[in-house]
């Protein structure tokens, strides 16, 4: 599969016009077109114009061509008035302002004469030609200015990102941002007003942090969980309370991390778009009036759904600045001061956002002086291994919707009493399963964007840790060992991890891998010691499946949970989850008891170590060759040498593109079609 045209077919005739000025400051449009051929990069052509024909380019063609330059910045000083109030525009009116400065004494200044604010020195045609710049006004008001694409060439400064210009192309142009996604924001949380539970009698107050975590849930036992830590991929992050079966141990003295691959999820964020929390709030808003809701639910009578869309929330940006703090700590010396690393993320607006602040823990408000973030297109069919569904067209059909099935199957189980519950305490409005599951998946997400939630302590304990498994059933059906593209979807991102550490690039489409991008070392770099790549929940359950990494492809029943259950998405994708892949050279093959020095006798060996929201994975377990070391680390050799079937086991072009059909829960094991 050919990497494919970055822009897209629906983006082929849209231009982008970007002035800048050259150092003898006459002015020069440039027409950025999208790259025709797939598989090439956007190019930028400069197309030097006359300053009528610039103007004229700008307004439209409507302008008569007798009107010449100064008639063109006669209309400039007509629409200052109202561009100086527009963001963004200062700095190219600047511009505008001393070329017009410059073309009353250059051609065309026999029209100056239009740029007068005497009516006693305006003949009637000029009267004529103001009027029809006002009328080119009103055009621009309603049509221009809304899908203006007009950027003035400004060089990034410290605590800004990086613009697109004649010589930056699009994937290292962090704003104006393409491809975003929706942005709504939500109500603006009041915590210190609506927070009930410093009133609750049976709670010690403890302050919030921010969010308001210390709920009473009915069934909670000392030392039980919080529901925060059962929540799935929607769980605020924290690091994996119970480990994955590898003890932690320090280095032993005389080896060095070489080099750090993070792969990093977003930051907490409002709900996807078509989420059930907003059909739910739907469903509410047209039923209120008609409905009395009485006890724990009487809530309902004056509740609204306030919720934005995609975006981070206050607690997401945290999560990332946190994290690229405690990454400092955890590998600053790893950063070489004299470069400037290449970080990668998407499009989507809280994965760009995500990456700068993370970024800005890392390095600091300054951090655009230390890294450069390469903002890969994340949409339907582009090639992009950060978002591997997006070009595995199998992934987001009824063939790998194994895990929807289970869940709701399970569902139904765990959220029985509770549906039963809530229709007692309603009456006018027909509860049914589906708003016992929305009314749950509400708290968390209330929680990281308001603070607290009222929908929490509607559920016991015991449908919390149903609720947990609910999700963990939906990530192994859909994204792990029990879908069909488990492997495919993630296998773009194994292939790059691989392509670093044989440092090479990677030159042949037979994934999602962005060829334009990943056979280049200016954005593909092969000598950085920090990687950093964004990324989403699913993205990384594929990618963990695609690396095979089998302790995940424990059967999970619809039923229930299994007894020592491995994949808990809490525990692998909450908020902010993150995979580091350190590389360790060491100067004799390390005990991996750390039995006496630590060291067996032997030559340098450097080894592979994966920590998984900062508890280890035991790579021993899931590939018997790396051996069974309590430090869950793999000769590098030896890991690279299970990799080398990956790509076969994948079997991506079927996998994604193949005519298969769906195979009942459970029936596949492998993260690969039957």
């Not at 010449?68 to 963004?88: N, R």
């Not at 609204?304 to 990332?320: C, H, K, M």
């Not at 993150?578 to 093959?589: G, V, W």
Request: proline share 7%; glycine share 8%; with cysteine.
């Amino acid at each position: 599969m050919s990497a494919r045209n970055k822009w897209g077919s629906s983006y082929s005739s849209r231009h982008l016009l970007k002035k800048q000025t050259n150092s003898n400051n006459t002015d020069k449009f440039s027409t950025i077109f999208p790259a025709s051929t797939p598989g090439t990069e956007d190019v930028a052509i400069k197309s030097p114009l006359p300053h009528s024909q610039a103007f004229t380019k700008i307004m439209g063609s409507s302008l008569p061509t007798c009107m010449g330059p100064a008639a063109g910045l006669a209309l400039f000083q007509v629409l200052s008035p109202y561009l100086a109030h527009q963001d963004g525009c200062e700095e190219t009116l600047k511009g505008w302002q001393t070329t017009s400065i410059k073309l009353i004494d250059g051609p065309g200044a026999r029209n100056s004469k239009l740029l007068s604010t005497s009516d006693n020195e305006r003949s009637p045609l000029e009267y004529l030609l103001i009027v029809m710049m006002i009328s080119g006004l009103l055009l621009l008001a309603f049509v221009g200015l809304s899908h203006t694409a007009i950027f003035e060439n400004r060089q990034a400064t410290s605590g800004s990102s990086s613009r697109a210009t004649p010589t930056v192309p699009q994937y290292f142009q962090t704003t104006p941002e393409i491809f975003a996604g929706p942005t709504a924001t939500g109500r603006a949380p009041f915590l210190a007003q609506t927070n009930p539970v410093p009133s609750i009698p049976s709670v010690s107050f403890v302050p919030n942090a921010p969010l308001e975590t210390v709920i009473p849930i009915s069934g909670t036992n000392n030392g039980s969980a919080s529901i925060f830590q059962l929540t799935g991929q929607l769980s605020p992050y924290f690091p994996n309370p119970d480990g994955f079966g590898a003890q932690e141990f320090p280095l032993p003295a005389g080896a060095n991390i070489s080099q750090v691959h993070v792969l990093h999820r977003h930051g907490s964020r409002y709900p996807t778009s078509g989420s059930n929390v907003a059909s739910f709030g739907g469903r509410i808003a047209n039923a209120t009036g008609k409905f009395n809701a009485t006890g724990a639910l009487s809530f309902l009578n004056s509740w609204s759904y306030q919720l934005g869309a995609e975006i981070l929330v206050p607690i997401g940006r945290q999560e990332l600045f946190d994290s690229g703090v405690l990454h400092y700590y955890n590998y600053g010396r790893l950063y070489n001061t004299s470069t400037k690393i290449i970080a990668r993320t998407t499009t989507q607006d809280r994965m760009l956002k995500s990456a700068e602040y993370f970024m800005a823990g890392f390095f600091g408000l300054e951090w655009t002086n230390n890294a450069t973030l390469e903002v890969i297109i994340e949409q339907s069919n582009f090639n992009i291994s950060l978002a591997g569904y997006d070009n595995c067209n199998n992934s987001n059909s009824r063939v790998s919707a194994g895990g929807n099935n289970a869940s709701l199957a399970w569902e139904a189980i765990y959220l029985a009493n509770a549906t039963r519950r809530f229709q007692s305490m309603i009456t006018g409005y027909n509860w049914t399963l589906t708003d016992t599951y929305a009314a749950q998946t509400l708290c968390p997400y209330e929680t990281v964007a308001f603070g607290y939630s009222a929908f929490c302590n509607l559920f016991t304990y015991a449908e919390w840790q149903g609720f947990e498994y609910s999700i963990d059933l939906s990530f192994n059906g859909n994204n792990g060992f029990a879908s069909p593209t488990g492997r495919a979807v993630g296998i773009g991102y194994q292939q790059e991890i691989l392509a670093r550490l044989q440092n090479r690039t990677i030159n042949t489409p037979n994934t999602q891998n962005n060829i334009t991008l990943d056979n280049n070392t200016v954005t593909f770099p092969l000598n950085q010691s920090l990687y950093f790549d964004f990324s989403h929940d699913t993205n990384i359950m594929s990618i963990l499946t695609a690396f095979g990494l089998t302790q995940f492809a424990q059967p999970l029943p619809a039923t229930g949970p299994p007894p020592r259950q491995q994949l808990i998405v809490s525990h692998m994708e909450p908020f902010g989850a993150r995979l580091d892949i350190e590389i360790i050279k060491a100067p004799q093959p390390v005990s991996g008891n750390r039995t006496g020095t630590g060291y067996s006798s032997g030559p340098p060996t450097t080894y592979i170590h994966f920590i998984l929201n900062q508890r280890t994975i035991p790579l021993g377990v899931s590939f018997p060759s790396c051996g069974n070391r309590a430090d869950g680390w793999c000769e590098l050799n030896t890991f690279i040498a299970t990799q080398s079937n990956a790509l076969a086991l994948a079997n991506y072009n079927y996998a994604c593109n193949g005519n298969y059909s769906a195979q009942p829960y459970g029936t596949i094991t492998n993260g690969a079609p039957l």
